[in-house]
């Protein structure tokens, strides 16, 4: 399995210090995690009912991966301190739960609700360790959100965000499906191969400003006509218009020659 750890991109993450951080509290951890005093006959841990939506869930379909504490293990990485956005952006892209050991999780139609995620957010945030939250988007300046995906998107996912296959079989995936938040958490969070751009390298506002073009991409992706066009963008196509111009143009001086002829 290939694992997060390997990426050479270590000083973007402040996961990776939070997730030190976090050593502390699982070393401290213990008192926090023992179960209340409970009923005279004590039931063995294992069958105890869990309590609410988001331990059960987790316990279900996130521990057997990611441990019962969310301390890791060999199939998945700690979730201590990854925060909010990463187990949303997770989850609502359906990258989550993954159901096999693949290189890369895919994106997929979401396994839970909204209500289930909020609750599995929840949960695994009770493992401590902050992390960023999930964002709030704003509407955003598309020219500044055009300049900004130039210079930070662009390599990766393309000009068109139409996404490309990066170095070690990793891909970039296009960008049409993202909702404008899970664009922001992506950001934020830095999934994968993909840099974490943190408030310091980005302000919420040309987050926003990102967000808003990402967005427009899709549109104008879809405005750009039928399928065989689609993928070929506007000076394809303004090629393509010149090619029939050309063509009516040859038609034209033939026919008036033919009746010249005449
Ligand atoms: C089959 C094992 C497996 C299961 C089950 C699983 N995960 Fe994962 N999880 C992984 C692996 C492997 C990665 C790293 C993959 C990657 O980065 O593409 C990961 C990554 C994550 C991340 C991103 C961590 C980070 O560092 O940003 C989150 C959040 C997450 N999982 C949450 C969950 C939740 C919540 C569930 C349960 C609903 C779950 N996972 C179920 C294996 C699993
Ligand atoms: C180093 C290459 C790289 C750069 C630079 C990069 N990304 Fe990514 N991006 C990725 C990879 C790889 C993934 C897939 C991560 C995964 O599946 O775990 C991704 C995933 C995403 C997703 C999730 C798409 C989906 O449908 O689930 C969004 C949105 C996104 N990136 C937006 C951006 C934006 C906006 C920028 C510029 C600020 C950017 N990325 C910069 C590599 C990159």
Redesign the pocket.
């Known amino acids: 399995m290939r694992r997060r750890r390997e990426v050479s991109?270590p000083a973007l993450h402040p996961r990776r210090i939070l997730a030190a951080g976090s050593v502390l509290v699982l070393a401290v951890g213990p008192v926090a995690f023992a179960p209340a005093p409970g009923p005279a006959t004590p039931t063995p841990a294992t069958t105890t009912p869990a309590t609410d939506l988001g331990t059960q869930l987790y316990l279900e379909q996130c521990a057997s991966c990611h441990g019962p504490k969310g301390q890791g293990s060999q199939r998945g990485p700690s979730l201590i301190g990854v925060g909010p956005a990463s187990v949303d952006?997770?989850l609502s892209?359906g990258?989550m739960p993954l159901s096999q050991e693949v290189p890369?999780?895919?994106?997929r139609p979401p396994v839970f609700s909204a209500e289930e995620i909020s609750a599995l957010v929840g949960h695994v945030g009770s493992f401590g360790g902050g992390g960023p939250q999930i964002p709030r988007v704003a509407p955003g300046d598309i020219v500044s959100g055009r300049e900004?995906?130039a210079a930070?998107?662009?390599?990766?996912?393309g000009a068109t965000g139409s996404g490309a296959v990066?170095t070690n079989g990793?891909?970039?995936?296009?960008?049409?499906?993202?909702s404008a938040v899970?664009?922001a958490?992506?950001?934020r969070v830095?999934?994968?191969?993909?840099?974490a751009?943190p408030s310091q390298v980005?302000t919420d506002r040309q987050v926003d400003d990102?967000?808003g073009y990402?967005r427009r991409l899709r549109s104008e992706r879809l405005d750009q006509g039928g399928e065989p066009l689609g993928r070929l963008g506007p000076l394809a196509e303004g090629l393509l218009a010149w090619v029939v111009v050309l063509a009516l143009l040859v038609g034209a001086v033939r026919w008036l020659g033919r009746r010249a002829g005449q």
């Open positions: 991109l952006f997770q892209t990258r890369q999780a895919e994106r900004l995906f930070n998107c662009a390599p990766c996912h990066l990793w891909i970039a995936p296009p960008l049409y499906d993202a899970q664009v958490e992506a950001l830095g999934p994968g191969l993909m840099p751009f980005l990102l967000t990402v």
